[in-house]
């Protein structure tokens, strides 16, 4: 079974300083796993993705998430964060040759001026 | 957003009525997943379709509940009767094959009073 775990419901860093919003995975098989941003009155927007190959992966707006297999994690950084980056992020993962994608329970995040 | 139009944006209906959303996704996907998300439980998954066929209703909370897609460019989800409880944002997305990531729309706003 898949499933997705953001231990955090809530996230706050001052402005400036690096962020990291926290997700852990299972899967059966091999991962695809993927972050989106929920901006209030919105629908989820892509981020970033994990398929194969460099476990660093770089997305839009200078978020980037790093891929541990052997924890199996795959935390959001981001080095300076911006209060334009405060919205609701989600992570989510599809098992390879699935296609349903599980989504966590998001993570709030509040970047303070 | 620009790839799923969902409709409409806001619902105010009473109790007891139905409901119908609905759903108009750009062509080149195969799959298409109806969300429900409330405060209290989150983004979660009532159903998916996998080239127009539904491959996994498990999410879908009860018979009230129904989902259809008689072609690839379009998809309706059906309360009937609605109740309060109801009241959510319901998300429809989409993705191509394998690893490509889910698009989502913007939301239905549905208030059940």
């Known amino acids: 079974a898949q499933s997705v775990a953001q231990p955090e419901d809530q996230v706050n860093v001052a402005e400036g300083n690096p962020l990291t919003v926290k997700c852990t995975y299972s899967?059966?098989?091999?991962?695809?796993l993927f972050w989106y941003v929920q901006y209030p009155n919105r629908g989820l927007q892509f981020l970033l993705k994990?398929?194969?190959?460099?476990?660093l992966v770089k997305g839009s707006y200078g978020f980037e998430a790093e891929f541990n297999k052997s924890q199996t994690s795959f935390h959001l950084k981001k080095p300076s964060a911006l209060v334009s980056d405060s919205a609701l992020y989600f992570c989510?993962?599809?098992?390879?040759?699935?296609?349903?994608?599980?989504f966590g329970t998001g993570t709030r995040l509040t970047v303070i001026p | 957003d620009a790839g799923v139009i969902q409709s409409p944006r806001h619902e105010v209906t009473e109790m007891g009525q139905e409901v119908t959303l609905r759903c108009k996704p750009i062509?080149?996907?195969?799959?298409l997943f109806w969300y429900r998300q409330t405060m209290m439980r989150g983004l979660e998954l009532l159903i998916y379709?996998?080239?127009?066929?539904?491959?996994?209703d498990s999410g879908m909370p009860e018979d009230r509940f129904s989902a259809k897609m008689p072609n690839a460019s379009f998809s309706t989800l059906k309360i009937q009767p609605s109740e309060p409880r109801d009241s959510a944002v319901y998300f429809c997305?989409?993705?191509?094959?394998?690893?490509?990531?889910?698009?989502f729309g913007q939301g239905t706003r549905l208030t059940v009073v």
């Open positions: 989510a993962v599809r098992e390879t040759g699935a296609n349903n994608l599980f």
């Open positions: 899967v059966s098989g091999n991962p695809y």
């Open positions: 994990y398929i194969t190959g460099d476990n």
């Open positions: 062509s080149g996907h195969n799959s």
């Open positions: 379709f996998n080239n127009n066929v539904p491959i996994d």
């Open positions: 997305a989409i993705t191509g094959t394998g690893n490509t990531e889910a698009f």
